[in-house]
């Protein structure tokens, strides 16, 4: 099938249009002006900063497509400001997060697991042609790669693809529906992010070890707080993009040495060039909060770091077109149950244990959004929450693999 192209394909002015909305968006939320105050106390800032940009790509101005903006972002972008947010994090402040934010991320990895099977169930009473089907065609097959995406990322989702022999139209529908499904959670993830200090306090939640590190974060920042000046901002891009090209370039070296030389390490990612980049730039600004480079966190390194992520934010905005929902409703129909069945088990595990609404947003996107949106959605929460996000990402992409191989075996009893 042909993608007619964009009103909109030149990338230097999407890049134009997607700064515009952010500008817009921040000038508004910071007015003092009376609607703008009132429309902002109900439709959270970062949420509209992922859904302006969606409506150029649902009304075909600008298509994520056509455009490199998006890997811009997620290969240069993203990787600087992880430096640039994990430069000031504090180790054993993470580490006194405890178990729950584990336990969290492993409820949402099981309500994937078991989710597509019982998805897959429900949907057949009402299409009992999705069921009884053994051939590459076969709607099970493209939910098991589906699932390696919900669980690890792009690399699981290909990886299952091959493993359950998907063929392109049933995989490139479930494509589809990743982006419809996942970028409605996401977009609900960010209104809870904005309103968690609320669901929090009608939870009973402990989120005294989330605000210690905030706190940690903060008084670090106020201690050593002064007006920077040029050479401040030339070192915080200095650090930022000096580790996402040192970054790139050992990723350069590691992907075919393990492809070349360990072909069976693919299913734990190590294949992938943005698993390796992930990595390295986080364990670089973790190694970098042990120096004096940790001082740029009181000349604004992570609020440099945070307009990277607003611009990954827009970029990721610009994957949703809300009309795709009707172009294959049955399957977005098996998606939406998938995603509420994975939400259900969370809230009830998270209302089990009490945990912070944080871990329940984290430890869903960690799997369903990987590196790429995990720290967004634990930066709507505190800047200084990003690793969380990140290092949980980096866990889905080990576990990926084996976890949705599991739900083929589930979705192939239920399904052929």
């Known amino acids: 099938m042909v993608i007619a192209a964009p009103l909109i394909t030149n990338d230097a002015v999407v890049l134009g249009l ?45 298509s994520a497509q056509f455009s490199q903006v998006d890997d811009v972002a997620k290969y240069f972008l993203l990787p600087a400001c992880l430096v640039l947010l994990t430069l000031s994090i504090d180790i054993k402040a993470i580490a006194g997060l405890g178990s729950k934010a584990i336990i969290m991320f492993l409820t949402g990895t099981v309500g994937v697991v078991i989710g597509g099977p019982i998805a897959l ?21 493209g939910m098991a790669a589906l699932a390696g995406s919900w669980i690890g990322g792009g690399a699981n989702m290909l990886a299952m693809k091959e493993i359950y022999l998907a063929d392109g139209k049933i995989f490139t529908i479930m494509v589809t529906v990743d982006i419809v499904v996942a970028n409605l959670w996401m977009a609900c993830l960010l209104y809870i992010a904005a309103n968690h200090k609320a669901i929090d306090a009608k939870s009973g939640a402990d989120t005294s070890a989330i605000d210690k590190l905030i706190a940690d974060v903060e008084s670090f920042e106020k201690a050593h707080k002064r007006t920077p000046d040029l050479k401040d901002f030339m070192l915080i891009i200095a650090i930022a993009f000096g580790a996402a090209g040192l970054a790139h370039f050992a990723a350069d070296l590691l992907v075919p040495f ?100 944080f871990y329940l947003a984290v430890g869903s996107k960690a799997n369903i959004g990987g590196a790429a949106s995990a720290p967004v959605i634990a930066s709507a929460f505190h800047p200084s929450l990003a690793p969380v996000g990140v290092l949980l990402a980096v866990l889905g992409y080990a576990l990926g693999t084996y976890m949705a191989w599991m739900c083929g075996q589930l979705l192939r009893i239920i399904g052929s």
């Not at 910071?30 to 609607?35: A, D, G, L, P």
């Not at 049955?330 to 069945?341: E, R, T």
């Open 18 to 62: 997607l700064a515009l909305i952010l500008g817009f968006v921040f000038y508004t939320s910071n007015s003092k002006n009376n609607v703008c105050r009132t429309f902002y106390k109900y439709v959270p800032a970062l949420l509209m900063c992922y859904l302006l940009p969606s409506l150029l790509n649902t009304f075909g101005i600008v």
């Open 121 to 141: 169930l429900i949907v057949s009473v009402i299409w009992p042609e999705l069921i009884g089907v053994s051939g590459p065609e076969a709607v099970w097959r």
């Open 258 to 357: 393990f492809q070349q030389n360990f072909p069976e390490l693919k299913k734990f990612s190590l294949h992938s060039k943005l698993f390796w980049i992930i990595v390295l730039v986080t364990t670089i600004g973790l190694s970098l909060s042990f120096t004096k480079a940790r001082q740029l966190e009181s000349v604004g390194a992570s609020k440099v770091g945070s307009s990277f992520l607003y611009i990954l934010v827009a970029t990721i905005g610009l994957h949703m077109d809300i009309t795709q929902i009707a172009q294959a409703p049955k399957y977005v129909v098996i998606g939406l149950i998938w995603m509420a069945i994975h939400v259900i088990l969370l809230f009830a595990v998270g209302r089990l244990i009490k945990a912070p609404i």
